[in-house]
């Protein structure tokens, strides 16, 4: 039996991809429901060891989920979506949403989780910024389950040969 390596690496980057953004919107919404309005009922020196200590954590997570999220993306774009989606507008539009509101999801996310004044400034006002990147990183899984439902557009090889009119 021949393995076929493009199958292996498709397969391994697509879990990558789908591992990376359930850890990044699983945490998002985590921290956004659940941590900080638990956190916020603690004392100031306790709320600021605790987020000190998330973000240390947590920071590692979100710069590994951006990066495979990235790769794993742009492998999927470049080797199958315009291949299956060549001249779709829909598709690409959809696709061109979707990578936009990635980056703001991964600007954000990066400040949330920065040592530099401007990210200790930005995260005084977490519980906005952390809505934001929730409602976004949402749109992001409807958006992607929108564009996994679309049909394919036929290859051109792949299209009917064209019928002839036979005369009688």
């Known amino acids: 039996m021949e393995i076929d390596t493009t199958f292996i690496i498709s397969l391994l980057l697509r879990w990558a991809h789908i591992l990376a ?7 998002t919404i985590f921290m956004r429901m659940a941590l900080l309005p ?13 987020h000190d200590g998330i973000r ?7 710069h590994l989920s951006i990066g495979f999220l990235l790769v794993s993306g742009f492998y999927n774009y470049l080797v199958f979506t315009r291949m299956r989606h060549e001249g779709d507008g829909l598709y690409h539009a959809l696709f061109g949403v979707k990578f936009l509101l990635a980056l703001v999801i991964f600007f954000v996310a990066s400040l949330l989780m920065g040592r530099s004044p401007a990210a200790d400034r930005f995260r005084q006002r977490r519980k906005t910024w952390l809505t934001l990147n929730m409602t976004l990183a949402i749109a992001v899984v409807l958006i992607s389950g929108v564009m996994r439902t679309l049909p394919e557009k036929p290859r051109p090889t792949e299209l009917a040969p064209a019928t002839t009119a036979q005369t009688p």
């Open 56 to 62: 240390r954590r947590w920071a590692l997570w979100v």
């Open 38 to 50: 638990t956190v916020g009922e603690l004392p100031e020196a306790d709320r600021k060891t605790v």
């Open 21 to 27: 953004a359930i850890t990044a919107v699983g945490g």
